[in-house]
């Protein structure tokens, strides 16, 4: 039987954390933004590209059993299995989020 993911993110602000759940793509697309590589241009410009390659990788890594995700600066990623996720999130903690990731 074939697993299916949860895919989430939690975002720290002014002392608050906020958690919401996001598509497979859009989780890749942050991560690789995130994870993204700087530039920079006239030696005070900053250029930041998204890096889809070491987003794969570490999705795929998240994906191993007993991984707890990545943290970076304010954000948290971390994907569940479907019963993991069913177990750990008790309080409903979660949100669906459809928007743009970059808006996080």
Same mark, same amino acid.
């Given at each position: 039987?074939?697993?299916?993911? !949860?895919?989430?993110?939690?975002?720290?602000?002014?002392?608050?954390?906020?958690?919401?759940?996001?598509?497979?793509?859009?989780?890749?697309?942050?991560?690789? !933004? &995130?994870?993204?590589?700087?530039?920079?241009?006239?030696?005070?410009?900053?250029?930041?590209?998204?890096?889809?390659?070491?987003?794969?990788?570490?999705?795929?890594?998240?994906?191993?059993?007993?991984?707890?995700?990545?943290?970076?600066?304010?954000?948290?990623?971390?994907?569940?299995?479907?019963? &993991?996720?069913?177990?750990?999130?008790?309080?409903?903690?979660?949100?669906?989020?459809?928007?743009?990731?970059?808006?996080?």
């Amino acid at each position: 039987m074939r697993k299916t993911y !949860v895919y989430t993110i939690s975002i720290f602000r002014n002392g608050k954390t906020k958690r919401y759940i996001l598509t497979k793509d859009k989780f890749r697309d942050s991560l690789a !933004v &995130e994870l993204g590589d700087t530039d920079y241009v006239g030696g005070w410009c900053g250029i930041t590209t998204a890096n889809y390659g070491k987003a794969d990788y570490r999705i795929k890594e998240m994906k191993k059993p007993n991984n707890l995700g990545l943290l970076c600066t304010n954000k948290s990623y971390r994907i569940f299995d479907t019963e &993991e996720f069913e177990r750990y999130n008790k309080n409903n903690e979660y949100v669906l989020y459809l928007g743009d990731t970059c808006d996080l």
